[in-house]
DNA sequence: ATAGTGAATTGAATAATATTCAATAATATA
DNA sequence: TATATTATTGAATATTATTCAATTCACTAT
C-alpha cells in the first residue's frame, strides 16, 4: 500500500484545485463561457491566489491550534517582515501578520499535539528579535478560512 | 454588462472548486484512478471539508483584517459556543475559536475598511455576554490560510 | 504457512467538464 | 456619432473526472 494520502493532503494545502464552472454556471443561471470568462479575468487580476482544500485537520494530525502573538525586540521594528518571512516558511504556520497594538506579529500554528508545539517553540519561534510570546490555545474551533465547521 | 464577479467571489468563499486529479497524478506519477480513489476516501471519512479559493483581499474589498480577542463575562463562561456560533455566521468572519488563557474567544475578522470595521463591532460583536474586546489590527499579511502571499 | 476477507490499485470505457474560437453585444472613449 | 475596448455567448474541441471490473495487496484467523 502506498502512502499516497499525506502527498495529496501536501498538495491540497497549497492548491492544487480548480473551480467548477458548469456547477457555478447552474447555480447562477448564466452561460458557462461567461462563467469561465470572468473567472479567468479575476486569475489575471490576481484577486485569485490559488484553489485549494479545506480540512479538518483532527483528521490529518493537525487538532493542536495555537495563536502566536509575539512582541518583537526593539531593534526589530524597523523590520519585522524579516522575521515574519523566516517564520511563514514553516508548514505548521497557517499565517503570519504583522499588527498594531501590544504585539507585533500573529501567528496561528496548526500541529499534531502540545509536545509537538512546545518542540516548534523551542526551535522556531524562540530567536533572537523575538521578544515576548502569548500562546492562545484553540480548544473548539468553530469556523476556519470562512468554513464553518 | 452583468455583475457576475461579486456572485463568484461569494460562491468560492466556501467551496464550488474541485481537485485536479490529472495534475496530481502527473505530479505523484501514479495513475489518476489511484489519486481519484485516494480523493473520495478522504472526502468520505469528513478528512475535506471543501475545496474553496484564496484570495488577494485587498483586491476583493476586503482589505481590512483584524483579530479580535474576546474576554467574555463570567456567566457565559458556560456556554461560550452559543455567542461564537452566532459571530459565526456572518460572512465577514472568517475565523471562530474558544480559547485558554486571557480571552475565551478570538475571531477573525475581514472587512473593507476601518468604517466597517467599526460598525460590525458595534453593531455584531458588541453584545450582551461580551465583557471586552481587544482589537489586532492587521498592517500586513505575510501569509493566510496556509498561503504565501 | 495459508486460506479467506476486505481494502487498495489500476486500465479501459464512458460521461462530464473545461477550454478554445469566432461572432455578437455592450460599454467606454474620443 | 464613430471607434476601440471589454463582456457575453454558442458551437466545436480538448481535457478531465468518473465508473466499472479485474487484479493485487494487506491483514486476520485458523
Redesign the interface.
Known sequence: M?N??E???K????G?????IA??AK??K?PST??HY??K??EK????????????YK??DEGF?V?V?ISLSPDEYGNP?KI??DL?KH?E?????????N?EM?L?VRVKDQDTYYNLVKNVISRRGINKI????????????????
Request: with cysteine; glycine share 4%.
Open positions: 502506498k499516497i494520502t502527498k495529496i493532503v498538495l491540497f494545502k497549497e492544487n484545485c480548480t473551480p467548477q456547477k457555478i447555480k447562477l448564466e461567461t462563467i470572468n473567472i479575468k479575476l487580476e490576481g484577486a485569485i491566489k490559488t484553489y485549494k482544500a479545506i480540512f479538518d483528521k490529518i491550534c495563536f502573538l517582515e515574519g518571512k511563514a508548514p504556520v497557517e499565517s503570519v501578520d504583522i499588527c498594531t497594538g504585539w500573529i496561528k502569548v500562546s492562545l490555545t484553540s480548544l473548539k474551533q468553530l469556523k476556519t478560512e470562512f468554513v464553518t465547521l
